[in-house]
């Protein structure tokens, strides 16, 4: 199983599209005969799905450490964001596939993605919650100022697997630029009441 699901991620990281995969490619990939494919997944989509949901996994954890351990929202924010971003490049490949399906995946593939991109959120509106980010805020605007957020990340994603490398200038300035992003999103998020009276 594990064998096929690297083979799949070596196909993304060759540079080719995750859609085009057949399972005799992924077959011969890992070494197996192409029946062998049929005692873990179904098709092709099954195998995507549960290369979505391991990551998703790991990538849970990672940020729910980020925000356990962080009060102060300007530390929340840039932590998040410089941690996320090194992991996005230890593991870029990953995050090649998960771009690639968000734009061009089957339609399950991409409501696979958005499925996990609202648990992020819902535990992301958790978190501010608990943390008195925003207090006056009622649950709904709370959910909807958590998804754009985690919408937010993702489309930067796109951008920082184009970086040419993990550490240098262009980091940096990228990393600046979705704080201040996110700082919009959260000091709007602040106002809305006041905002929505005037």
Known sequence: ?????????????????ISSLSIREVAKRAGVVPTA????????????????????????QLMREVRQNRTDPQALIQDSIARYCDYVFRQRVYFVFLTQSMTGGTPLIRQAIRSELQYFANELAT????????????????????LLTINTVANATMELLDLPDGNGAARQQFEKRL???????????AHWKTAVAG
């Open 179 to 189: 704080k201040r992003h996110l700082q919009v999103i959260f000091i709007g998020a």
């Open 1 to 17: 199983r594990q064998s096929l699901m690297n083979a799949a991620l070596q196909w993304v990281e060759e540079g080719e599209h």
């Open 127 to 146: 978190d501010v919650r608990h943390l008195g980010l925003l207090p006056n805020m009622d649950q709904a605007m709370l959910e909807n100022v958590a």
């Open 37 to 60: 494919f049929y005692r873990h997944f179904s098709d092709v989509d099954d195998l995507t799905l549960n290369l979505v949901d391991e990551l998703s996994k790991v990538l849970r």
